[in-house]
């Protein structure tokens, strides 16, 4: 069944090789995804090569985990081992048809990124942002090819959750989003496909919801009982755990874009804002035996 909204699959392209500009732990998870489902060459790029190195060494790392578990068969982790490799120029996407980009969340940066990725693919080459709160349709201005286009966000961890954005910009093209969705599927996600607005849509309703948190917070609920009170509701983790896995950077970003376009209805937190001002990764730290608590220190640092 076509996923409401994508266009013919007849117009997907063949995907075989893969570009990942950053080396971070977002694109060493794309990296590992990428080789491991799709079984094509995927090249990381990244501005040194101590960082490449880095990201090479990731997927190497999570590939003997899952081969330690008895998750992938040996010669399916030789495969997706070889398949990954790091590059520290541009000039390695060549002949790619699909680069993605995982770089610092700020538009000017992407459109730095691909302008320099323009420079060398060719004009079929599709490029894919995984933003999680720029505008995708800005992010196209400036492109030789606007229509090459085309958001693709994923969820932290990105081996484990299943769904995927796919966000289609004004001139995205038809053949780059159906090529989108052919590629979701392979990797094994479920495509949603989402306008070009504030935070897209699972964005928008989750940090509403961790905004509550930080707002109880600042009207004075203490932080235990501020982030256990989901609990109740089932949800795999607290909004403080979740927050220290995507990262409170990333976190605050998103908060502030939405804050932009929505206003009042989204908090941008000054207690978030000295956690990470403190270098804080987030509020729990695990003692010896397993337990969690939050330290004096960072209690110290909320209002
Ligand atoms: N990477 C790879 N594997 C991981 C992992 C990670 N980061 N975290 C956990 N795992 C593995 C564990 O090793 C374990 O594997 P095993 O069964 O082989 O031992 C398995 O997953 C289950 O782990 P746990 O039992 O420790 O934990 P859970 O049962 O709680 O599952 C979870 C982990 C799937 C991450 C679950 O907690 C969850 O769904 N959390 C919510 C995540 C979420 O909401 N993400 C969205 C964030 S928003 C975002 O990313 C958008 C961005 O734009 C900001």
Redesign the pocket.
Known sequence: KRPAGAPDATLARPVTKVGVVGAGLMAGQFALLFARQLKVPVVLTDIDAARVDKGVGYVHGEVDKLLA?G?ISPDAANRTKSLVTGSVTKDAFADADFVIEAVFEELEVKKQVFAEVEAVVSPECILATNT?SLSVTAMAEGLEHPERLVGF?F???V???PLLEIVRAPKTGDAVLATAFATARALRKTAVLVKDAPAFVV?RV?LRLMGEVFRAFDEGTDAHTADNALRPLGL??TPFT?LAM?GLP??QH?TESMHAAFGDRIAVSANLQALIDAGKKGLWEKAEDGSRHIPADTLALLS
Request: aromatic residues 6%; hydrophobic residues 60%.
């Open positions: 578990k998750r999680s966000h969820f932290n961890p081996a484990l959750m964005n989750l795999p983790m979740l995507v990333v976190a998103v």
